[in-house]
């Protein structure tokens, strides 16, 4: 999240955007070694998808494991997507604040906050783009959705997964089928019954391709109707909501407690102004209904949020806050000199040039975290134009290799992270009871020594490579090593316009200019960012995905052509 993946700083959780750029052209006189110009540059994805239809349904663990590796594989095969570092999150918080939480996937728990005065300030990013949690695909959104709404699951202070709105669950022997019996007099905000019914409304809406969630695809583990909809019902009385999957799901009720499958109010998202050409209109404005434990009554955009206690949660005498204040800005300085003064009490944002200020404070906090923060291209880019397959991934792959990850680590993320040479991060499970990210007897990652796909340091052997690469797709360089005037790289680089992400991109220009490639920093406020993005307006661009739950088909699925958080726009 994506996900898919905040104007926040790097080091944060990020998630990712785009825009449009423009791609350098060859020279008419150098041919690339494949003269059919109008074959597609893109890489075929059919099998891809295949592959991954394939994993979900697969039921023996060690081959499902190896159908993982082969699909890691098939993706960094094209270079579009290029991994920097694996995430941790960093962020302040003032010692007399206590009662948040964390999860691995970056998701922030404040409903529970304590402070002395029973008020809590806080940034943890620039104006939303989405609150509607079906149609968020960011990590600040899933944070907001999180106060303000309530899953069948949620996880607690230790991470584990507890019951939310459900009571319990019962499986079935085969795996196959949950019921969970809801929990008594639950209701949303505004005083309206809330029972399975509405789960059974949300999730149907989640999967609905009317509803454009990005996050639709989590939806095909559980069995269709002929009709298209979700094998999932409710009760006569509303007091038992049942679900068929297509296949046992490790990680189901991981997804009963992701945002996405949160249910909503139907009677508030239907009666919306708009509603039938915006299924987010319900939620654009502060008022909306809630289930959760705490609302939004007032929404200064670009500038502020507040929310207050909902006195309908079912759980609602364990939230002690009269008041959220959220700050939303992505302007670091700002930012810290609020946290600084007192004004804010919570800051998930920190200034570059602050890290090594904080990072040795009581109020510095980092945590482990499932994720990776990278760059990517789009396929479709007319910079690859007249290039065969192999050319653009290896013009792909030249740039890729011209970056200098640890400069990016030690220098601008300056919070301990490790450089990435695997899309999949560190520390992930690999679903048959060991982490993904090793070699063993049944899987070795081609650069072996790296355990990945290359290895991460910048080395003058990479250099070379790059420029053997561009060779091959078409480039000339001069007898110094630079660019030829006559076949020149221009690209540009999209960002949002967070200080520590800006910071990143002007490295990776330093990097390619080594070798005579012209790359313009472009930069965008977060929710124009996010929506160049998945229009895919875009030649090379920041990204970051902080997994959903802990299995490496969180980060594999998000690709499929379907997906809306297949940024690289791989077959389409």
């Not at 149609?135 to 944070?143: E, M, P, Q, W």
């Not at 899953?151 to 939310?164: H, I, K």
């Not at 989640?206 to 298209?228: E, F, H, K, V, W």
């Not at 977060?526 to 802990?550: I, Q, T």
Request: proline share 4%; net charge negative.
């Amino acid at each position: 999240m994506k996900k898919r993946v905040i104007a926040l700083m790097l080091a944060l959780t990020m998630v990712a955007g785009l825009t449009a750029c423009g791609g350098g052209k060859k020279s008419e006189t150098t041919e690339p070694k494949d003269t059919t110009t109008t074959e597609s540059s893109a890489p075929e994805w059919e099998s891809y998808d295949e592959k991954i239809a394939q994993i979900r349904l697969e039921t023996d663990l060690e081959k499902r494991e190896a159908l993982m590796h082969e699909a890691e594989d098939q993706l960094m095969d094209t270079w579009a997507v290029v991994p920097l570092y694996y995430y941790n999150d960093v962020y302040l918080q003032k010692t007399d604040v206590d009662g948040i939480y964390c999860n691995k996937f970056g998701f922030k728990y404040f409903g529970f906050a304590t402070t002395p005065t029973n008020e809590f300030s806080l940034q943890i990013a620039s104006e939303p783009d989405k609150l509607d949690p079906a149609l968020n695909s960011t990590v600040d959104g899933a944070c907001l959705a999180i106060l303000a709404f309530s899953g069948l699951y949620t996880y607690d202070a230790e991470g584990q997964l507890v019951p939310e709105l459900a009571e319990s669950y019962e499986m079935s022997e085969d795996a196959m089928t949950y019921t969970f019996k809801m929990r008594d007099g639950l209701k949303w905000s505004d005083g309206e019954t809330l029972d399975a019914n509405d789960v059974v409304y949300s999730w149907n809406r989640l999967a609905d391709p009317n509803t454009a969630a990005d996050y639709s695809y989590l939806t095909t583990a559980i069995a269709t109707n002929d009709d298209g909809t979700l094998q999932v019902e409710a009760s006569e009385d509303g007091k038992e909501f049942t679900v068929h999957l297509v296949a046992p799901c490790a990680y189901f009720l991981d997804l009963c407690a992701f945002p996405a499958f949160y249910p909503v109010p139907q009677h508030a998202v239907e009666a919306a102004e708009g509603a039938d050409t915006n299924p987010g209109a319900w939620a654009l404005e502060a008022g909306f209904v809630t289930s959760g434990p705490m609302k939004l009554v007032e929404w200064k955009h670009n500038e502020s949020m507040t929310y207050v206690p909902n006195e309908n949660y079912w759980a609602a005498d364990k939230v002690s806050l009269t008041k959220i204040n959220f700050m939303l800005s992505s302007d670091d300085t700002a930012i810290y000199n609020a946290f600084k003064d007192g004004s804010l009490q919570f800051s998930d944002t920190i200034a570059t040039d602050m890290m090594a200020t904080v990072k040795d404070t009581p109020e510095f906090h980092k945590i482990d975290t499932l994720g990776t923060y990278y760059c990517g291209f789009n396929v479709n880019s007319e910079l690859f134009d007249g290039m065969t397959v192999d050319q653009a991934a290896g013009m792909r792959k030249a740039l890729s290799l011209l970056i200098d990850r640890e400069y990016i680590v030690e220098a601008i993320a300056q919070a301990g992270q490790e450089p990435a040479n695997t899309f999949i991060p560190t520390g992930m499970a690999d679903g048959n009871g060991g982490e993904f990210r090793v070699n063993d007897d049944a899987y070795t990652y081609p650069d072996e020594e790296h355990v990945g796909y290359y290895n991460p340091q910048l080395t003058d052997e990479a250099v070379d490579e790059a420029r053997e690469l561009l060779k091959e797709a078409g480039f000339e360089f001069d007898d110094s090593g630079m660019l030829s005037e006559s076949t020149p790289i221009n690209l540009t680089y999209l960002t949002n316009d967070s200080e520590g992400n800006v910071k990143i991109a002007e490295a990776i220009q330093q990097d390619l200019a080594v070798i005579g490639i012209n790359l313009t920093v472009e930069t965008r406020e977060w929710s124009v960012f996010l929506n160049e993005r998945k229009e895919g307006k875009f030649d090379f661009c920041r990204e970051g995905w902080l997994a959903d739950y802990n299995d490496p088909i969180n980060m594999l699925e998000m690709w499929e052509t379907t997906s809306g958080n297949n940024d690289m726009q791989f077959g389409r």
